[in-house]
């Protein structure tokens, strides 16, 4: 079974660029989520999906950060304008519905 | 919300010795809780996961403790191995959610 892919593995942009992070969940797994993970801590829910609805977003900082998953598959997070801070992991993982999440390898971001 | 704190940040032993990892909650109405592996590079894997109708749940080398009352939940790995080396974290959740809220990690030395 395939896992979770997540595309670009790497990026470094300056500050007020902009930038966007891909994931692929596994075939079947209804339930979406994004992660910041900051170095030296544990991950951090930006936003959760069912199919292609929204379920929390509530740690999701808006004015600057936006997602979608189109036809409940592929999900798409994006940063603009990135500030300093938002160097870190990105991780997208999936589940069926609620019970363990799969992550995938992640995004590492570098804000210059 | 929920807040999860874990001790020790690190934690080096010698090969065949065992590890203890330790958690506190402060939500007593969480009542999932996993734990995961993260290698160099990886996204965390799920490696044990306990509910709180359960006091102790065991996966060969790998055990998971709960104390509700106390509001604390413990991993122990024995006979550790150099491939065990990596950082672990706890996490809790509540109900159907299934949004776990992390600690901040544990690095794992495993000296040969």
Redesign the interface.
Known sequence: EAGVAQSPRYKIIEKRQSVAFWCNPISGHATLYWYQQILGQGPKLLIQFQNNGVVDDSQLPKDRFSAERLKGVDSTLKIQPAKLEDSAVYLCASSPLGNEQFFGPGTRLTVL | GEN?E?HPSTLSVQEGDSAVIKCTYSDSASNYF?WYKQEL??????II?IRSNVGEKKDQRIAVTLNKTAKHFSLHITETQPEDSAVY?C?ASTG?????T????TSLIVHP
Do not use: C, H, N, T
Not at chain 2, 41 to 46: C, D, F, R, V
Not at chain 2, 96 to 100: A, D, F, L, Q, R
């Open positions: 999860v874990q996993p590079g990886k996204g965390p894997q799920l996961d974290f996490a159907g959610s299934y949004i776990p992390f600690g901040r990690g």
